[in-house]
């Protein structure tokens, strides 16, 4: 046999919704609105309260870690990153930016190496321009 709903003596809210409908909930007892739009406080407590009951916080030790400086060092600390992910020790949002970040820091790296090598390329063409003029300035002066 089915239970049913006993509708309450007041009936109702009296209240709208955002949408501009009626409220489908039933009023409080002496009164003409549904609990939530008697106390819109209380609202507001039991929206933060489920907010906060999905969340999970990474409570991990604060520490200091070092400025990655070469490619092997951010490579360490994305194989770390990673491995604290994998264990729970480390909120994915954290995880990501550090992705994120470490790829942007490896390219830069590997920018900063190209740029080393063409400025000993051109330092080395350089010398050897400057090699040749001087011997050319010595074969005119041997003449």
Do not use: W
């Not at 009936?11 to 949408?19: D, E, I, N, P, V």
């Not at 409908?21 to 406080?41: K, M």
């Amino acid at each position: 046999m089915p239970i049913k709903r006993q509708a309450t003596a007041n009936g109702k809210c009296k209240a709208k919704t955002k949408a501009g409908r009626p409220c489908a909930a039933p009023a409080v007892r002496g009164g003409i609105y549904c609990a939530l739009h008697a106390d819109p406080e209380r609202a507001a407590q039991l929206g933060r309260k489920g907010g906060t009951k999905n969340r999970k916080v990474y409570a991990g030790a604060v520490r200091i870690v070092s400025v990655p400086e070469s490619a092997g060092d951010v490579q360490r600390m994305l194989a770390e990153s990673m491995a604290e992910l994998r264990a729970g020790e480390m909120d994915p949002k954290l995880g990501s930016t550090l992705g994120y970040l470490g790829t942007s820091l490896l390219r830069a790296f590997e920018v900063a190496d190209l740029e080393k090598r063409i400025e000993r390329l051109e330092h080395r063409d350089d010398i050897e321009k400057q090699a040749e003029q001087t011997g050319e300035n010595e074969a005119r002066d041997n003449r």
